[in-house]
């Protein structure tokens, strides 16, 4: 099929919507579609006169802004290849990926630029404060001369101002030229830099005109919680709506759920893309406490009111959303049963998405209306998807897909690539799961040891055992996901305890140490909230690896 430009549908946006609203930080400034044109404008002065060529990595980690979202349209629309990450990574894992990836340029936010050692990035060119593009460090004179006088060669440029017909962007040559490299953690040896291509970002942007294409309208709001650097995040709460000529709200700080909660009453959004920790955390703070009373109850309880009463219900749940909503799409990590079932009795019109960053990121959907209980719908536009299995319909199996959607391969990682994408462009997810006749994905579990947090982080236990596991007394340890905290077990050297005469409670005494210590180098999403001792040895596979299935 012919695969249209991407870049060319930013830019027919952009002179399609000059003069409508594209970008607020919420509580904050907002920027029309012709201040993003002029913002994207200077960056590529600024790119172009410091020497980025097409095809260089540009990195950016920051908190969601206007300013970290033109800096990611300016990089892909210059022809350099993006390079989000998550603003919540280490300092470490941040210079992991910079060095890995090759960034010539790295845009930070104002906590990022606190935390992150420019020497311990020896490659970069230099950085870029996201507030106001100013210079955090430069190092080399081109880049310092184009920013002092970047005002001073834009008015050069544009001598009388700055119009849509000046609007002219980098069109990719091919539909599997690279856009963008994501990378799924920051830990050396775990992470893996995943190759989007033009391809998979448009047929994420297709897919999303195709099914909401109706119900998200040019002019409609929306509002951007989930981080962009989060593929989820990036395609369906801003490139999208952006390219639809949507007005995106950005949740600029941590999001709380009161924050949430006032954005959906003041922004009034047309569509809400989720992770279940926040659709949770709104329907047991503002819903449940309404409705678990006396009269309520008996309420439900009465079959000729009772469809009233959830009719009833179901309007005060989509109010404490915006009240304007199509629906609200759930994905990136397991939904609360309790929560999901309530929804579904209330006629509440959401639905459960799956992906993968490896998809950019979509693999199934389906619209609320057809919707099975239970599912993460069926295979996407553009998409296919089967069960590795003899009987999909009762055994679980791998979950593989295949399509427009799915990445070049891992960067600088030809054998993780062979491991995860077969001879016959199957990806390999990892996850395990049945099919319905009807096609409808069940998720089964995780074939591979990958826990999901609660906001749809990946955490890969196997990083912070092997931090643990050099800790003081610990002689192996396995890492457990309980509801949404995280767990450390331990089997300590009993022999050693022993011998320096520790009691069972100076062994607890040294794992809370450990478990403090350890907490301090890690992301907020992998720390261990208790840490319980191991009577004996874990059992091990005939490969000694430790059976986790056992513990969980």
């Known amino acids: 099929m012919e695969i249209p430009s991407f870049n060319a549908i930013i830019e027919k946006s952009i002179i399609d919507n000059w003069n409508l609203d594209a970008l607020t930080d919420f509580k904050g400034a907002t920027l029309q579609y012709h201040d993003v044109a002029r913002k994207i404008e200077k960056l590529h002065i600024l790119f172009e006169n410091s020497g980025v060529e097409k095809g260089d990595k540009i990195a950016l980690c920051g908190r969601n802004s206007s300013n970290w979202a033109c800096a990611f349209l300016a990089t892909l629309t210059y022809g350099a290849v993006a390079v989000p990450i998550l603003h919540e990574f280490m300092p470490d894992q941040v210079h992991n990926i910079v060095n890995h990836s090759d960034a010539k340029l790295l845009f930070v936010g104002d906590v990022v630029a606190t935390t992150i050692d420019p020497t311990k990035m020896p490659h970069l060119e230099g950085i870029v404060y996201i507030p106001d593009y100013s210079l955090v460090i430069s190092r080399t ?25 000046h609007v002219h962007y980098y069109r990719e040559e091919s539909p599997d030229e690279l856009a963008m490299i994501n990378y799924t953690s920051g830990t050396t040896g775990f992470s893996k830099g995943v190759m989007i291509p033009y391809r998979a970002v448009w047929s994420n942007y297709d ?49 709380s759920p009161a924050i949430i909660a ?62 304007k909503i199509y629906e609200v799409i759930i994905g990136g990590a397991a939904f609360n049963q309790e929560v999901e079932s309530f929804l579904k009795r209330i006629n509440f019109p959401y639905t459960v998405g799956y992906g993968a960053t490896e998809c950019a990121p979509i693999i199934c959907y389906a619209d609320w209306k057809e919707f099975a209980p ?29 399509g427009l959607n799915v990445m070049l391969g891992y960067y600088k990682n030809d054998e993780a690539t062979r491991q995860t994408i077969d001879s016959d462009g199957w990806y390999h997810t990892g996850d395990l799961g049945t099919m319905d006749a009807q096609g409808n994905v069940f998720i089964k579990g995780r074939s591979k040891n990958m826990l999901l947090g609660a906001n749809g982080q990946n955490i890969y236990p196997e990083e912070i055992e092997d931090k643990l596991n050099s800790m003081a007394m610990v002689v192996e340890s396995l890492v457990v996901q ?71």
């Open 141 to 165: 004179d081109k880049l310092t001369y184009a920013r002092e006088h970047l005002n001073e060669i834009f008015g050069h440029k544009y001598p009388k101002y700055f119009r849509a017909e």
């Open 207 to 255: 897919f999303a005109r195709q099914v909401m294409g109706k119900q998200v309208r040019r002019g409609d709001n929306v509002i951007s919680i989930l981080p962009m650097a989060h593929m989820y995040g990036m395609a369906f709460e801003f490139t999208f709506e952006f390219m639809t000529g949507c007005h995106v709200f950005f949740l600029t700080r941590v999001p």
């Open 262 to 323: 006032q954005a959906f009453a003041e922004v009034k959004p047309a569509i809400i893309i989720a992770v279940p920790l926040v659709i949770e955390k709104i329907i047991r703070k503002k819903v449940f406490p309404k409705i678990q009373n006396n009269r309520m109850r008996l309420l439900l309880n009465m079959p000729i009111i009772n469809a009233k009463v959830r009719e009833k219900i179901c309007e005060q749940v989509v109010n404490a959303f915006g009240g």
């Open 374 to 402: 239970g599912s993460c719908g069926r295979a996407a536009v553009h998409m296919e998807v089967k069960i590795d299995s003899h009987d999909p319909q009762n055994v679980p199996g791998e979950i593989l897909a295949r």
């Open 482 to 552: 309980r509801g949404d905290k995280l767990e450390g077990l331990v089997f300590p050297d009993y022999e050693e305890a022993k011998n320096m005469g520790f009691s069972r409670d100076d062994l607890n005494n040294i794992m809370e140490q450990n478990r403090q210590e350890l907490n301090q180098t890690l992301p907020h999403y992998c720390k261990l909230t208790a840490i319980h001792l191991q009577e004996e040895e874990f059992e091990k596979t005939p490969k000694k690896s430790i059976k986790r299935f056992l513990y969980q």
